[in-house]
Structure formats: C-alpha cells, structure tokens
C-alpha cells in the first residue's frame, strides 16, 4: 500500500504523480537540478534515479553514493530503478543508501542468470515456479528494510508473467521505451499493456500502483493517464527543457487538459 500523499488536481479527481528523471539532468550540477524542481511552488511526488550496470542495458550510470548523496539533499522521496543483471547482488546497496522505492527487472531477477538477460530488449516468455519464489523473496526483502518494492518489464515481456505477484509488491513500472536512454518516443502499444496491467491488478485486488517509463510528454503523459498509469516518469520533457520547472508543471497540466499556459 502507497501510503505517501499524491498531489489531486482541482480539475480532476483523478490523483497522479510525476517522477523528474535525473538521467536528463545536468551530471556536474545534480544538486542544483534536484534543489531546483524540489523547491519549486509544485515539486514533484517523487526523484526517479536509473541506475544502469553496462550489461542488463547497454549504459552506466549511477551506484549508491550517488543515490546516497541525493537522499542529503532532499526530502522528496527517491525512486530507484535498478537496470541491472542479478538485482539480488545488489538490492541492500540501494536500501541501505536510502531508495524509498526500489524497483527492479522481472528479466533479470532470475537464479543464476548472470549475462543471460544482456541488451535493451531483454525479455522472458515464462516463468519456472523456482523463478517465482525467487522474486518474491526479493520483493520481500526490499519490504522488510522499510521500502516500497517495485517490479518492472520491459517491452516485450508479457504482461501476464506479472501476474503472481500483485499481492506482494507497491508498484508495477511498465517501460514504454527499451531500457537504457533518455529521450526515446514512447511506444504505442505501451496504452493497451497498461490497460492489461491495470484489469490484472483489479482482478487481483491488490493495491497496487502502476508506473509508466519513458517516452513521457506534453502529449504522451495524457493517454497513459487514461490508460491507467498514476506514476509518471519523465526526464527529457523535464530537464531536457530549458525550464524545467515550466516543464513539470505543464505535463501535470497536460494529464487535467489543462497545457500549457
Ligand atoms: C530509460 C530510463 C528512464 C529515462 C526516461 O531507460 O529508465 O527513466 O530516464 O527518460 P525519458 O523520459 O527521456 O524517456
Ligand atoms: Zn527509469
């Protein structure tokens, strides 16, 4: 259960959150990137950080000091996206420095899938009950050190492979672009996934929050509303913009039909 109060538009009911990815800010000048958006008249629900290890995306970015050093400067809440092979290495790393929700991939949370699972596009079609057990213990844990656990999928794995785990974790981040790079285009058939994921978890009664990532703008941020995403991630039409704090505010707009005064 999110317990964290969510910003509600006066102009719907409906309740979302944005999540400012840093992965587009300025790496030389991260604390003046996050004081700036925090600080502002509507900060943002929550940070998104993407951690990449180079194999289970083809990118580096981030490690715990980091992460670490962003909980120093901030009260926002931290989201942290592992993209990383054998997330079981490494979960208490991210804990420990402070990830507020920490999120990691169903492909490459599997035992002994060292470099199995390698490039942007990663994907499984089934799951061995071994491999269940695996990542539910993993959500556990992520739970039992007082965080909220969060599973993701990238675009080609079936929606379906999440089903068994509905009841056991905060947040389901769907990925709308391959994991890796800020500033894709989100893809299309990313509104029919979330529908699925959205009915899945009705079925399932949990609660459960669903995150969309990549892709997300002025224009993208409303059908993925629709489509039942509450979590917004965004870095490009963030702090790709020369305002990034217009920039925020407008994609919030944008969810209220509201964009962009
Ligand atoms: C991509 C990352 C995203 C990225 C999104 O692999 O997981 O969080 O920052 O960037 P945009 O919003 O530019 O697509
Ligand atoms: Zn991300």
């Not at 958006?37 to 951690?51: I, K, M, N, Q, Y």
């Not at 592992?82 to 208490?92: G, R, S, T, V, Y």
């Not at 500033?183 to 990313?190: M, V």
Request: net charge negative; with cysteine; aromatic share 6%.
């Amino acid at each position: 259960m999110v317990t964290r109060p969510i910003q509600t538009s006066p102009i719907a009911a409906r309740p979302i959150q944005l999540a400012p990815s840093i992965l587009s800010a300025d790496f030389l000048n991260l604390e003046q990137a996050v004081r700036l958006l925090a600080g502002s008249p509507e900060p943002p629900e929550w940070f998104h950080l993407d951690v990449m290890d180079g194999h289970f995306v083809p990118n580096l970015t981030i490690g715990p000091p980091f992460v670490r050093a962003l909980k120093r400067i901030t009260e926002v809440p931290l989201d942290v996206h592992l993209m990383i092979d054998n997330p079981h290495e490494q979960l208490d790393w991210y804990l420990d420095a402070g990830a507020d929700l920490l999120t990691f991939h169903l492909e490459a949370a599997r035992p002994g899938a060292r470099g199995a699972h390698k490039g942007s596009s990663a994907t499984i079609k089934d799951l061995t009950p071994e491999e269940v057990a695996f990542v539910l213990a993993l959500l556990e844990r992520i739970r039992a050190a007082g965080a909220l656990a969060g599973l993701s999928i990238n675009p080609a794995t079936p929606v379906e492979l999440l089903r068994p785990f509905y009841q056991h974790l905060d947040v389901v981040l769907l990925m709308s672009v391959h994991p890796g790079f800020g500033g894709q285009s989100f893809i299309p058939e990313s509104l029919s996934r979330l529908n699925a994921i959205r009915a899945d978890i009705a079925a399932s009664e949990a609660s459960v929050l669903i995150e969309v990532d990549g892709g997300i703008d002025v224009n993208t941020v409303s059908p993925a509303v629709e489509a039942g995403a509450e979590l917004l991630v965004a870095g490009n039409a963030i702090y790709g913009q020369t305002d990034p704090v217009l920039a925020l505010q407008n994609i919030r707009r944008a969810v209220y039909n509201d964009c962009c005064g």
